[in-house]
């Protein structure tokens, strides 16, 4: 059974820095994503990784704060965040093997989620 663990989360200032961490089970996968949902709102993209190339992506209001990146050795994706702000605030859930767009929701795979508040 594969299984996705996120751990990292936890409560910063606005202007701080975080580094989320996705380990999987099994395997690394050739996507991995981050998404995350902030309270009374839908989940949202926030960015993926390839394993070619390697190539990624963002959604508008993370780029230039957050990097993701991969250790295929280790099976685990990571996303540096910093200049964190309070609209960051949300649940923070990895994902693997996307069925569609690379940004949408139609992962096969996903974790629990981890926590991130950025407080003012």
């Known amino acids: 059974q594969v299984q996705l663990v996120e751990s990292g989360g936890g409560l910063v200032q606005t202007g701080g820095s975080l580094r989320l961490s996705c380990i999987t089970s099994?395997?690394?996968?050739?996507?991995m994503g981050w998404f995350r949902q902030a309270p009374g709102k839908e989940r949202e993209f926030v960015a993926a990784?390839?394993?070619?190339?390697?190539?990624?992506y963002y959604r508008d209001s993370v780029k230039g704060r957050f990097t993701i990146s991969r250790d295929n050795a280790e099976n685990t994706v990571y996303m540096q965040m910093n200049s964190l702000k309070p609209e960051d605030t949300a649940v923070y859930y990895c994902?693997?093997?996307?069925?569609?767009?690379?940004?949408?929701?139609?992962?096969?795979?996903w974790g629990q989620g981890t926590q991130v508040t950025v407080s003012s």
């Open positions: 994902a693997a093997d996307p069925r569609g767009p690379i940004a949408g929701s139609g992962y096969k795979y």
């Open positions: 099994i395997r690394t996968f050739s996507t």
């Open positions: 990784i390839a394993w070619s190339a390697p190539s990624t």
